[in-house]
């Protein structure tokens, strides 16, 4: 996923804020891993990045995402991301209905 994030100078370049299985995607397009891989093949390869999962910046490793996924293998990239999707939602849902979460909603900046 990705989202602009607010504009506050003139420059004509469109900015995005990649997070979850976007952010995840741009690591995997800059170490150029191949499928069928391995959680730990990933890891090594990608050195365990933290991704971010929501456009606020917070962020998981990708080894506890891995966890979650309770899948050690993925044939192509596409069953990668389809297996880490929900558990960049679901952690991105937790935050944003933490109290924290909510406070940060009301402010303006």
């Given at each position: 996923?990705?989202?602009?994030?607010?504009?506050q100078?003139?420059?004509?370049?469109v900015?995005?804020?990649?997070?979850?299985?976007?952010?995840l995607d741009?690591?995997?397009e800059?170490?150029?891993v191949?499928?069928?891989?391995?959680g730990?093949?990933?890891?090594?390869r990608l050195?365990d990045?933290?991704v971010p999962?929501?456009?606020?910046?917070?962020?998981?490793?990708?080894?506890?995402?891995?966890?979650?996924?309770h899948?050690?293998?993925?044939?192509?990239?596409?069953?990668?991301l389809?297996a880490?999707?929900?558990?960049f939602e679901?952690r991105?849902?937790?935050?944003?209905?933490?109290?924290?979460?909510?406070?940060?909603?009301?402010?303006?900046?």
């Amino acid at each position: 996923m990705g989202v602009r994030p607010p504009q506050q100078d003139t420059d004509d370049e469109v900015e995005t804020i990649a997070f979850g299985i976007a952010a995840l995607d741009e690591h995997l397009e800059r170490a150029d891993v191949t499928f069928p891989t391995t959680g730990a093949e990933l890891l090594s390869r990608l050195d365990d990045p933290s991704v971010p999962y929501d456009a606020k910046g917070n962020e998981m490793r990708l080894s506890a995402a891995l966890e979650e996924t309770h899948a050690d293998e993925f044939e192509t990239r596409q069953n990668l991301l389809n297996a880490l999707h929900p558990v960049f939602e679901a952690r991105r849902e937790r935050a944003n209905n933490s109290i924290v979460g909510r406070l940060r909603a009301l402010l303006p900046f």
